[in-house]
């Protein structure tokens, strides 16, 4: 099992690569701003954002070339965030990922107008996937980066003030969770190229909160269906937490130093440890709800994630 | 006529203006930060983009929500540009429009996630906006920002070598003037909700550089109206030029020190006036072609620029 599923990560971060290498490469830029593109984008992590969505997407139907590029945008969109968060203003980071942090590479002015091309370049690749394959509605793009998602929780993050474990999880949910939420709901959704808008009613705009709704007239399939969908949404939210939690814990049990608050400022060890696997148990459940596809690989890399 | 044009104008301003406050005030950011992009956003300077956008959406139809919503976003756009444009890496101004820029006022940070915050909330308007008038097509998208718009326009502006009067024109044709560009085909491409992409072919989308062809089978109307298509791109790529000239001139004429290279590091005076106004003549010229709507506004509008 574990053999099949190391190859079909494998496989699905080569293609994820040579998507996002094209995209840069073909892009109008001058060449020495490519460069600082290419940097900041490879080598890359896990392209866990990109992945959830394909996994997401392949339980409906096996994706094509506009469900890669939206699956790319999504990483594209994580890119620019590590960007600026690393920028001496708000974090101040000199190394990420065992090198130099952008601006420490490339100054600060670069690094500021890199992050800027990467926020644009991921919606301009997430909204030519969209019409590329019918799917128009950029309904839920509100729920990705800005007021309900990467940059009002980075905000929270370094001005708010966070006094309970609720504030931090509520931070968690807007800026790691959001783009993960998206990238599953999104997935499974794409695949379907029907009108989103029909089954999810505007409900989902409002507080960028989503909330599925059964409408009268419906048929069983249709019924079915909202349920999977909505599946995908409470896989993506516990997911974006537990990957939160399991960020803060790692760090912690290798005696990393933390930027700011993490969940070991409110719970001990032992604490966090069972709230981490209550978010990932919150995942895999989803997953006995009736994909018609195989869902072994979203279990299995939800698992990597448990701490005992 | 002057009266009239100035009422017009007040018209939009104010229609424009209760807009962004809107749309800045539901979001869904903290007050704290809601503050922050307020300031960014007002008071606001000629709001040049959006009121060339509702101009040439008149040209055919009057402006709905839906398009002011759209113009709104390119102003959003624009205040995105200003405040990264502004801060230390980049410019280091202190002061704009007669008052500290946003870093100054609320530090490096805010201000990076104000311009983040804005560009994102450009998008969501004008995504919205599209599909909210059944506009769907995101490819003008390609030349308002990214690569072939203001962020490429920045990085040359910054980092790239200006060796002639050719290299400055196509950098301001890229900063300043692809969305101004953008404003003008858009705002009359909105207002037909057409499927655009039926009628400008990829071509557009290579280099970014729009092209337009009649295509077999085109009844004459067709024609005609992709000729007047055309019509609102040469405008918008003339005044876009004109634009930038206007600003380097004034800046000189009142003894200013400019940031970076200038048309007047290339030209003498005499030279860069007959050079705007040779541009300005350029898009006036287009007004002529047969549109429906009054090019009255239009024309005012641009003879504003004109510097004798």
Chains 1, 2 share one sequence.
């Not at 994706?63 to 939206?70: K, R, T, V």
């Not at 620019?80 to 130099?100: A, E, T, Y």
């Not at 807007?174 to 029909?198: H, M, N, P, R, W």
């Amino acid at each position: 099992m574990s053999v099949k599923f190391d190859a079909r990560m494998r496989e699905w971060r080569e293609q994820i690569d040579a998507n996002l290498k094209k995209t840069i490469e073909l892009s109008a830029y001058p060449a020495d701003f490519r460069e600082v593109l290419d940097y900041a984008v490879f080598p890359g992590g896990k392209r866990l954002r990109p992945i959830l969505f394909l996994e997401w997407h392949s339980l409906f139907a096996p994706p094509g070339q506009a469900a890669l590029d939206f699956a790319c945008g999504l990483e594209l969109m994580h890119c620019f965030s590590l960007i600026h968060d690393d920028m001496p203003c708000i974090d101040n980071d000199d190394m990420r990922r065992g090198k130099p942090t952008v601006h420490k590479k490339y100054g600060e002015g670069k690094a500021l107008l890199a992050g800027d091309a990467l926020l644009d370049m991921a919606y301009n690749c997430m909204m030519n996937a969209c019409f590329a394959a019918g799917n128009g509605n950029p309904f839920y793009f509100y729920r990705l980066c800005g007021e309900n998602g990467i940059i009002h929780g980075e905000y929270l993050d370094v001005y708010g003030k966070c006094r309970s474990i609720e504030d931090l999880i509520s931070m968690y949910k807007k800026k790691t969770g959001a783009i993960i939420e998206c990238a599953c709901a999104v997935g499974y959704l794409f695949a379907q190229k029907f009108d989103v808008k029909s089954i999810l009613p505007v409900t989902w705009l409002e507080n960028g909160k989503p909330l599925i709704e059964y409408i009268e007239g419906m048929t069983d399939d249709e019924r079915t269906n909202v349920k999977l969908i909505g599946g995908a949404l409470r896989f993506g939210e516990s997911f974006g937490i537990a990957f939160q939690l399991y960020d803060d814990l790692s760090e912690y049990v290798a005696g990393e130093k933390s930027d700011g608050t993490t969940v070991m400022d409110y719970i001990d060890l032992d604490e966090a440890k069972k709230l981490l696997n209550h978010y990932l148990n919150g995942a895999i459940s989803v997953l006995d709800s009736g994909y018609n596809g195989n869902t072994e690989y979203l279990r299995e890399l939800t698992e990597k994630f448990v701490i005992v």
